[in-house]
């Protein structure tokens, strides 16, 4: 080999691994995927859940969010018709093969976006709601960092590829339980298996409906640039999880990966479950009983299990204090008693993300009470009047929460929470 032919070589190599280096992190390797207790936020399984990846058509779960939002506040109507322009017409499949100057009614949109994973429907609905595609996929971005979704930027509707549109597991998790949270109705639309339009029918390309037990939604996305993705909500025996998998190499190995990521999780749920009954107000404890409180060995460590949970959407975390209360304080929330301290922060936090206008001035308060078996720690909200205390739990209650009204008493001394 002559000195020519082995320089040429060295600068072939030399880009080959300057190419590779210049390759974005978030494309780098395609797969992710994140296992999520969805009632507690316990993160059950997690690989590279926070590193950017391409949504695909999960980017349709933010343009349905977007079209429920418009539907609520009154904007458009199941019954009204959208017009299609040359634009969306002009999209590529997965489509309906609408064409200008055609209509379609909201409510099927709606359908042929869960089920078809239509992309001339996806800009019908962008032009309808923000005037142009891009503008709408501004607002989706705007939204999407009101909802927590920090990774996440969107640069169109429909999750065809662009290399700036991206998310991760993480934030695709927060916005199914923003979904289901937010418009618990419309999320229905999700467990939508056929779609018929125009003497057609489009089976939902999610395979897990009918399929694997107590699936009800919510979307599948695919581009080469970002594998195989699905986003799926499974409920069993009152225990909810959220599964996101970023990456798979087929629909097919996506979907076993999932079922087996979703059998691990509801095991490991099942192992680290705990009490969950709602315990009624106790009679102030005796004069001469020390209640205990947690030392800071405990402290640290529930912050660093605290560490792998999601935060409630899109509140803040509550902040957890210790000591007597102002006397002039009437009453609170009681939202559960749990075995462990951790526990009953979540419970609380999971409060506030329902009830954010109500819960968000209230003090949040894990209360210990020493029993034969053990310890057990009520979660509170307290510095709400009667009233108050009264219209949270009916709410709460109606989401299938644990809640009871309590007045409030200045004369017990409270658990410490973590600090920092």
């Not at 859940?49 to 695909?56: G, I, N, S």
């Not at 034969?372 to 720690?377: S, W």
Request: glycine residues 8%; charged residues 25%; contains cysteine.
């Amino acid at each position: 080999m002559t000195r020519r032919s082995v320089r040429i070589l060295a600068t072939i190599a030399l880009g080959l691994i300057w190419l590779a280096t210049a390759v974005p992190a978030h494309a780098a390797n395609k797969y992710a995927a994140l296992i999520l207790d969805a009632d507690t936020g316990t993160v059950l399984f997690e690989r590279h859940a926070k590193a950017q990846r391409h949504p695909a058509s999960l980017t349709k779960i933010m343009t349905l969010y977007m079209l429920f939002d418009a539907l609520k506040d009154g904007r458009v109507g199941l019954e009204d018709r959208l017009k299609v322009s040359t634009h969306a017409a002009a999209q590529p499949p997965s489509n309906l093969h609408l064409r200008a100057g055609d209509t379609i009614r909201v409510e099927d949109a709606i359908l042929a976006l869960v089920t078809k994973s239509a992309n001339d429907v996806a800009v019908v609905v962008a032009e309808a709601l923000g005037g142009t595609e891009y503008k709408f996929a501004r607002q989706m971005t705007q939204r999407a960092r009101q909802l927590g979704m920090r990774s996440t930027t969107f640069r169109n509707a429909s999750g065809l590829h662009d290399g700036r549109q991206v998310t991760t597991a993480y934030d695709m998790a927060m916005l199914a339980l923003a979904v289901r949270r937010d418009f618990p109705q419309e999320y229905g639309y999700f467990a939508t298996r056929r779609f018929d339009w125009k003497g057609r029918a489009y089976n939902n390309h999610n395979k897990l409906l009918g399929h694997y037990r107590g699936t009800d939604g919510i979307k599948t996305g695919y581009i080469g640039a970002s594998g195989f993705n699905l986003v799926a909500s499974v409920e069993r025996n009152g225990r909810r999880l959220i599964g996101v998998v970023f990456g798979g190499k087929t629909g097919s190995r996506r979907d076993r990966h999932m079922k087996r990521l979703l059998d691990s999780g509801f095991k490991k749920a099942a192992d680290i479950r705990v009490a969950e009954i709602v315990v009624p107000p106790l009679p102030s404890p005796r004069p001469d009983r020390e209640v205990r409180v947690a030392d800071a060995d405990t402290s640290a460590r529930v912050s660093a299990e605290a560490a792998s949970l999601l935060p409630p959407l899109p509140v803040p975390a509550p902040e957890f204090e210790s000591g007597s209360r102002d006397e002039g304080v009437e009453w609170g929330i009681q939202v559960g008693a749990y075995a462990t301290e951790l526990r009953a922060q979540r419970s609380i936090a999971l409060a506030r993300g329902h009830l954010v206008e109500l819960l968000t001035g209230a003090d949040a308060l894990v209360e210990p009470l020493d029993r034969r078996t053990g310890t057990i720690y009520r979660a509170r909200l307290l510095g709400l009047s009667e009233q108050e205390a009264r219209s949270a739990c009916l709410s709460l209650k109606r989401r299938q929460l644990p809640c009871v009204p309590v007045p409030a008493r200045a004369d017990i001394e409270l658990a410490a929470g973590p600090k920092g």
